[in-house]
């Protein structure tokens, strides 16, 4: 199991950046797949980036080139790094963690929550 906890969210200007984090309890190199969803208020969950065990990575169009997903091996945790932030990135935002190729074997964090708002 993974347990995946997220820290990071809360409110930020547009054009501004914030870094969300997510541990787990086993170790983040070895997952087979990781990602970030975020869900905005009356709207579906939406994969926003994701990085394979063989570090591809990949990214809704409306995020790239503003945020980078990555794995930090020394504290055991998958970031994402958020700029230029703009209003619609405003959401709760839920880090996925899949440690097999089985689907069933997905772990999903509680989400934290990031306003962009002046």
């Known amino acids: 199991q993974a347990h995946p906890v997220e820290s990071g969210g809360g409110l930020v200007q547009p054009g501004g950046s914030l870094r969300l984090s997510c541990a787990a309890s086993?170790?983040?190199?070895?997952?087979?797949?990781s990602a970030w969803y975020r869900q905005a208020a009356g709207k579906q969950r939406e994969l926003v980036a994701s990085?394979?065990?063989?570090?591809?990575?990949n990214y809704v169009d409306s995020v790239k080139d503003r945020f980078a997903i990555s794995i930090d091996n020394t504290k055991n945790t998958v970031d994402l790094q958020m700029s230029d932030l703009k209003p619609e990135d405003t959401a709760v935002y839920y880090c996925?963690?899949?440690?097999?190729?089985?689907?069933?074997?997905?772990?999903w964090g509680q989400g934290t929550q990031v306003t962009v708002s002046s």
């Open positions: 996925y963690l899949q440690t097999s190729p089985q689907p069933a074997d997905a772990y």
């Open positions: 086993r170790s983040i190199s070895d997952t087979y797949f």
């Open positions: 990085i394979t065990y063989g570090g591809t990575t």
